[in-house]
């Protein structure tokens, strides 16, 4: 590993499932994702909605950021992104039916993400990325790299819904040597990454690679899915650490050190 590394701040943290899942000994509760108004069919944006405003209302209660949204960026990272509206969209287009604007697919990831920032007062950069293979290196790489561009904070969402028969099909075309397994359950994970002040370093614990067989049902979200039940598990100890994560993308490999934020 090379010593390229970064330290962060961890602020907060959100994993949604709205069937539930046990992880191990974890048990991620259900959580039903309300409907967003101007968008229809799919859980992918209520999915994206839910997990930004579970991870966000102990930083701002549901409030604006204020002057703080001026330096916030928005990440959303996903493999097949609104894969029902486009298989919906794509079955009426088949069929000869008049096609609905709503379910133009291509646009939905960058539109919730346009509530989020109205809801929030967000007007920093927002980002849309699809990207094979495990998603936990090359979403944090993008995030770290927006850091350093200038931004305090970032609010990284990883989301994918569970595959059907259709969507599988694609998968198959995507994968590579970096093979993952699609998603089984519909899922979004967020976190709220900072800037980090200069202090010293507390006790680590290191993030691994994924092998729990318990994780994939989260397909190519399994790392952060992992990276989330790390943070969760040393948030309850008196004294939390650092999670050091190794990261592999197409900027290189570098370790990133997420303090944890005690409030």
Avoid: W
């Avoid at 569970?162 to 976190?191: I, K, N, P």
């Avoid at 899915?225 to 004294?239: C, F, S």
């Amino acid at each position: 590993m090379t010593d390229t590394r970064s330290e962060r701040l961890l602020v907060s943290e959100a994993l949604v499932v709205p069937s539930g899942v046990t992880v191990g000994a974890t048990t991620v509760e259900p959580v039903e994702a309300r409907r967003v108004p101007g968008f229809v069919e799919s859980a992918f944006s209520p999915l994206v909605k839910a997990v930004i405003d579970r991870c966000l209302a102990d930083v701002t209660g549901g409030a604006a950021f204020g002057e703080d949204g001026a330096r916030t960026g928005l990440v959303l990272a996903t493999l097949l992104g609104d894969s029902a509206t486009a298989d919906l969209g794509s079955r009426l287009l088949a069929s000869g039916q008049v096609a609905n604007p709503l379910l133009f697919f291509q646009s939905v990831p960058t539109t919730i993400l346009g509530v989020v920032a109205r809801d929030y007062g967000i007007t920093g950069p927002t980002t849309c990325v699809a990207l094979r293979g495990d998603l936990r290196g090359e979403a944090l790489d993008l995030v770290d790299t927006i850091l350093d561009d200038g931004m305090d904070q970032v609010l990284l969402v990883g989301i994918d819904l569970a595959v059907d028969g259709r969507s599988l099909s694609a998968h198959a075309q995507l994968t590579d040597e970096r093979h993952v397994g699609a998603a089984q359950v519909d899922t979004a994970v967020a976190f709220l990454i900072r800037r980090a002040d200069s202090r010293p370093r507390s006790a680590e614990v290191s993030v691994a690679p994924v092998t729990d067989e318990h994780l994939s049902a989260f397909g190519n979200l399994a790392g952060l899915v992992q990276l989330y039940l790390t943070v969760r598990a040393e948030r309850e100890v008196p004294a939390p650490g650092t999670v050091t994560v190794d990261m592999g993308s197409a900027l290189g490999e570098r370790r990133l050190h997420l303090l944890l934020e005690v409030s």
